[in-house]
């Protein structure tokens, strides 16, 4: 059996180089456990639905799997909310002792888990209820973080849910 390959674009370096300037070096390492929980939850259902990891590719919006086999609705829907719900189990399990991994991966688990394209949420029900039916759902998804991200930002909370939101809603245009 082959093993999956490693693929980094430039925009994969740019995430990285930009994530270790930002980071210190806890919380770049409480992001990848977080991270790595996430994918070997995608991983696993790939797995368990008869497919196959060809590949690991780190892009600029974050790491993506690679795979074959198993692509019909319901066992898609299964492998994209496979990543999130593994992410939630690990951030229960982690809690006490990695509470900052912990926290990454419950904000990592519950942003992925928006119904909007790209993000898992936005797959799951792609592949359940269709690409028209998703692409609408994911603009109105989008545009709601984007406003929600707006007046957070405006009451003090940050930055984070505003660029997401906006972030979205380019991803809106492919």
């Known amino acids: 059996m082959r093993r999956p390959r490693l693929e980094i674009?430039?925009?994969?370096?740019?995430?990285?180089?930009?994530l270790i300037f930002i980071l210190t070096a806890d919380e770049l390492t409480a992001l990848a456990?977080?991270?790595?929980?996430?994918?070997?939850?995608?991983?696993a259902a790939i797995y368990l639905t008869g497919?196959?990891?060809t590949a690991l590719r780190l892009a600029v919006t974050g790491p993506?799997?690679?795979r074959t086999g198993g692509t019909d609705g319901a066992r898609e829907a299964f492998c994209a909310l496979a990543g999130p719900l593994a992410g939630?189990?690990?951030a229960i399990v982690s809690a006490e002792r990695l509470p900052l991994s912990?926290?990454?991966?419950?904000?990592?688990?519950?942003?992925?888990?928006l119904p909007a394209l790209p993000l898992d949420g936005g797959r799951a029900l792609a592949a359940l209820a269709g690409e028209r039916a998703a692409g609408t759902v994911s603009f109105f998804a989008s545009a709601a973080l984007l406003i929600a991200g707006t007046a957070l930002?405006?009451?003090?909370?940050g930055l984070a849910a505003l660029i997401a939101g906006a972030a979205l809603c380019l991803m809106q245009w492919r």
């Open 51 to 53: 497919g196959r990891v």
């Open 88 to 90: 939630l189990m690990y």
């Open 64 to 66: 993506v799997i690679c």
């Open 102 to 113: 912990a926290g990454m991966s419950l904000v990592l688990s519950a942003f992925n888990s």
């Open 33 to 43: 456990l977080a991270v790595l929980a996430h994918e070997a939850g995608h991983a």
């Open 153 to 157: 930002a405006a009451a003090g909370f």
């Open 9 to 18: 674009s430039a925009g994969g370096v740019l995430l990285l180089a930009a």
